[in-house]
C-alpha cells in the first residue's frame, strides 16, 4: 500500500512523531481502522525514548478531521444489528481518554474543520492549536445524535452556558471562541504551520510555540455570554426555546429556530447528559456514560433518518420521530443512560 492510499501516516523526524490523517476526499473521517492504527502508534511511541512529542495533523487543506464516518454507521444502524458501530465507538473512545492522559505532549493542530470525532482526537490533547480557519464545532443533534468522544465532559466545562449552547445548536466556532471554550490552548496563524511543525521536530514544545504564537483575532460568543447564559439556564429544552423567543435579542430568536429544525429526542439527551457530565468529574466516567448514550441512540429512528437527510440524500429535510420536543418523555431520554451490563465501556 502506498502513501496516497493508507488512511493514516506515520512518521518520526528528530523529537517529534507524526499522526497524519489521510482521506482527505472524505475530510479525514475516522474509520475503525484509523483509530487502532493511532492507537497503536500511540503505544509504540510511549516506549520509545526518541520520541519526545506527538504531533496530529490532516491532509488537505480542508480541515483535521470532520468527525467519524457515520456513513459506516447509518448503514449498520440501518441494516446490521449495530455491533460495528458499538466496537467502533467503544476503541475510539478509549483511545479519546488515552490521549487525555498521554504521558507525553500530545500536540493538536485544529487547522480548518475540527468537528465530532475530530474533537476526540484534538481537544483531549495537552496542546491544542487552532489557526484563522479553524471552524469546530460537535453537530451532532442535527443528525439525530448527541455529542460523543467527551465532547460533553469538554462542553460542560465551558464558561456559564457557553457549552450547551454549542451542544444544542451544533454551532461552528473560530479559533477566539474555541479558545474561549476552552477547547484550545494557542493560536498560530496557518501560514505558520510548516514551520512551527519543523521546529516541534528540532525544539522543546515550549521552545517552538514561542516562535509562532500570537493573540488570537476576537471571538464572537464573549457578546453573546448576556442572553446565552440567561436563557440556556433552563430546566427543559422547552423553556430554554421560550426563552430565546421571549428575549428580544434577534440573535436569540434566530438560535431558537435553529433547535426547532434539530432532531427533539437529541436535544433533550443533549441536555441531560450535559448536566450530568458536570456532575461525573473525569473525562472516563464521562466517556462511559456517552457509550450508554450513543448504544441506545442506535435503535432511534432519528440517527438513521438524521444522516440520510444531512449525509445519504442530501435533502435537509429529516423527518424526526417524535417531531416535537413535548412528545419527547422523560423515559424516552432516562432510557439513554441505563447500564450496558457486560457491554459497558470499561476503563481504557
Not at 474509520?31 to 504531533?55: G, K, Q, Y
Not at 507525553?104 to 483531549?124: E, L, N, Q, R, T
Not at 489557526?131 to 460533553?152: C, K, L, N, Q
Amino acid at each position: 500500500m502506498t502513501d496516497i492510499d493508507r488512511p493514516v501516516l506515520l512518521s518520526t523526524a528528530g523529537r517529534a512523531a507524526r499522526i497524519v490523517l489521510n482521506r482527505p476526499r472524505a475530510l479525514n473521517a475516522l474509520t475503525h481502522e484509523m483509530v487502532r492504527s493511532i492507537d497503536r502508534a500511540l503505544t509504540e511511541w510511549e516506549r520509545d525514548p526518541a520520541v519526545e512529542t506527538v504531533v496530529i495533523a490532516g491532509a488537505g487543506e480542508r480541515g483535521l478531521c470532520a468527525g467519524g464516518d457515520i456513513r459506516a454507521i447509518h448503514d449498520d444502524a440501518r441494516d446490521g444489528d449495530g455491533t460495528a458501530s458499538a466496537a467502533f465507538w467503544r476503541d475510539e473512545y478509549r483511545l479519546n481518554a488515552r490521549i487525555a492522559r498521554y504521558p507525553k505532549p500530545y500536540v493538536a493542530v485544529m487547522d480548518g474543520i475540527v468537528m465530532g470525532g475530530g474533537v476526540g482526537v484534538s481537544a483531549h490533547g495537552s496542546v491544542r492549536i487552532v489557526t484563522e480557519r479553524s471552524r469546530v464545532a460537535m453537530p451532532e443533534t442535527g443528525i439525530g445524535f448527541v455529542p460523543d468522544v467527551g465532547g460533553t465532559h469538554l462542553l460542560a466545562l465551558a464558561p456559564g452556558e457557553l457549552g450547551t449552547h454549542l451542544a444544542l445548536t451544533g454551532a461552528a466556532v473560530g479559533a477566539g471562541d474555541a479558545l474561549l471554550c476552552g477547547l484550545a490552548d494557542h493560536y498560530v496563524p496557518s501560514r505558520a504551520l510548516p514551520e512551527l511543525l519543523d521546529d516541534l521536530a528540532h525544539r522543546t514544545v515550549p521552545e517552538a510555540l514561542a516562535r509562532h504564537v500570537q493573540p488570537p483575532p476576537p471571538g464572537e460568543l464573549t457578546g453573546q455570554r448576556a442572553w446565552i447564559d440567561g436563557c440556556y439556564g433552563a430546566d427543559t429544552v422547552e423553556e430554554v426555546v421560550e426563552r430565546l423567543l421571549d428575549h428580544g435579542e434577534p440573535a436569540a430568536k434566530a438560535t431558537a429556530e435553529t433547535l426547532l429544525a434539530k432532531s427533539p429526542t437529541a436535544l433533550k439527551v443533549t441536555l441531560a447528559a450535559l448536566r450530568r457530565a458536570r456532575g461525573l468529574g473525569s473525562l472516563e466516567r464521562v466517556l462511559a456514560q456517552e457509550y450508554r448514550v450513543s448504544c441506545a441512540l442506535l435503535t432511534s429512528p432519528d440517527l438513521v433518518e438524521g444522516i440520510r437527510a444531512q449525509i445519504v440524500d442530501k435533502d435537509r429535510n429529516p423527518r424526526w420521530r417524535p417531531a416535537v420536543l413535548t412528545e419527547v418523555t422523560d423515559a424516552d431520554v432516562e432510557r439513554c443512560f441505563q447500564p450496558l451490563g457486560e457491554r459497558e465501556l470499561g476503563s481504557p
